[in-house]
């Protein structure tokens, strides 16, 4: 190191040069023992390199959960509890759950999520590990599975416009089963597929045990139209599922189970096949949704085929159709839009353009965001011998967002019953949501 002192007289004394060499020589055995620190430094992070993983971002956790409480009032006439159970009134906690996501040298992804709410043990949910880079294939991702198939399947319960997925979800469609699945984005993320194979978890415990009973999965969707900042989207979808039968030990026989309630949950199932034998089932799947700025529509279509299925009443072997429907409309008036989520094909979190805030000393801002909502489905489970009825749902309400994180939610439902007799049930509930 150089060290250049100017004077107007350019002859140095003989004691400024003494005093010259002394300050290098002390800045040059200071840049020594700095160098050989930073030698030792790096000899210790290279010793415990398997310690400073664990503490820089090559290991990354977080912990989340949210609480629903949902109360409900609902109302039948005496015949249509006679026929489908008693109609009760109640208040409980719907979801209640725990989780923890991460990931683990950047390229490897994880999740464990659990249910505690109105349960004997626990359930498993996204209970998953994720390799993020598969090759040209995309993601792999086995575990506890959300299975590909259907928009309304797709969104999570955290971002749902109505209390429960639609009655037509209710009968024909799981939304966790244990398996492997591929998927991946194109398209600069417009398009999204997804591949799986899985087994079957009516329990949702993380166990599916027994020959058989193994299920096809795919799903392909996208926005081929958009704007920028996706206020203004077409978002369009299909899907299929091909299940083998499930085993009843009650009759040692493969087959099938379709059934429905209304769209509330601790309600009983207003339409019900019973089980019946079939080989395998084939359930094809098209979705469609609009977003106009603060307006969405959304349609979804599902038929189930069963094939080789022995009709009880008649003893014959055939095909068995199922199907069921629903639209919907929501529109914001505070000047939200639903928010679309390109890893997942689905909507996501909506936030508050005002959220409720507090205000210093003078109380809280009421803000959030208010949105209205109204929605039609029809699930039929009726094929000649088969009868489990046929059921309709209308659904009207509101959802206040007063965060991002915490809502209110309110839905008003009137169920109609086609069976021998028609009946209709009345019900209104509400739902109080906080995510943390």
């Known amino acids: 190191m150089t060290i250049w002192i100017g004077f107007n007289n350019p002859v140095l004394s003989q004691s400024n040069v003494q005093t010259a060499e002394t300050v290098s020589q002390r800045i040059d055995r200071l840049e020594r023992a700095l160098a050989d620190t930073q030698t030792a430094l790096s000899a210790s992070h290279k010793n415990s390199n398997h310690i400073s993983k664990l503490s820089d971002d090559s290991l990354q956790v977080k912990l989340r959960g949210r609480l629903e409480q949902d109360w409900l009032w609902i109302t039948g006439p005496d015949s249509l509890e006679s026929d489908v159970g008693i109609l009760e009134d109640g208040v409980f906690f719907r979801r209640a759950r725990i989780q923890a996501v991460g990931s683990l040298n950047e390229f490897i992804d994880y999740s464990a999520e659990f249910e505690f709410a109105n349960i004997e043990s626990t359930v498993f949910q996204d209970v998953w590990m994720q390799l993020n880079y598969f090759g040209s294939l995309g993601k792999l991702r086995a575990g506890h599975l959300k299975v590909p198939f259907g928009l309304d399947n797709e969104t999570s319960a955290k971002h749902l416009t109505f209390l429960e997925r639609s009655a037509v979800h209710d009968a024909m469609q799981q939304e966790y089963d244990p398996g492997i699945m591929i998927w991946d984005t194109f398209g600069n993320q417009d398009f999204r597929y997804a591949v799986a194979y899985l087994r079957f978890d009516p329990g949702e415990d993380g166990t599916a045990l027994g020959n058989g009973q193994h299920s096809f999965a795919a799903r392909l969707s996208g926005t081929p139209r958009h704007s920028e900042d996706d206020r203004r989207l077409i978002h369009l979808g299909g899907a299929i599922r091909i299940n083998d039968g499930s085993y009843d030990p009650v009759s040692g026989a493969e087959g099938f189970r379709f059934r429905a309630r209304p769209e509330f949950r601790n309600t009983p199932r207003f339409v019900d096949t019973g089980f019946f034998e079939a080989d395998n089932a084939t359930f094809l799947g098209a979705e469609a ?33 199922f199907c069921g429907y629903y639209c919907q409309a929501t529109y914001f008036l505070t000047g939200e839009h639903r928010p679309y989520s390109r890893s997942n094909g689905a909507f996501g979190r909506v936030v508050p353009l005002n959220p409720v805030h507090r205000l210093n000393s003078n109380g809280l801002n009421w803000g959030g965001a208010l949105e209205l909502k109204a929605r039609y489905s029809n699930v039929d489970l009726n ?15 509101f959802n206040w967002y007063l965060t991002s994180t915490a809502k209110v939610m309110c839905d008003y439902l009137w169920s109609r019953r086609h069976a021998a007799t028609t009946h209709d049930s009345h019900g209104f509930a509400m739902r109080l949501y906080v995510e943390f």
């Open 289 to 321: 949704a609009v977003v106009l700025d603060t307006l969405s529509l959304q349609y979804e279509f599902v038929s189930a085929r069963t094939s080789d299925t022995v009709f009880p009443a008649s003893s014959l072997i055939g095909n068995a159709d």
């Open 383 to 397: 094929d000649g011998s088969i009868s489990g009825g046929e059921l309709e749902n209308t659904s009207v309400g």
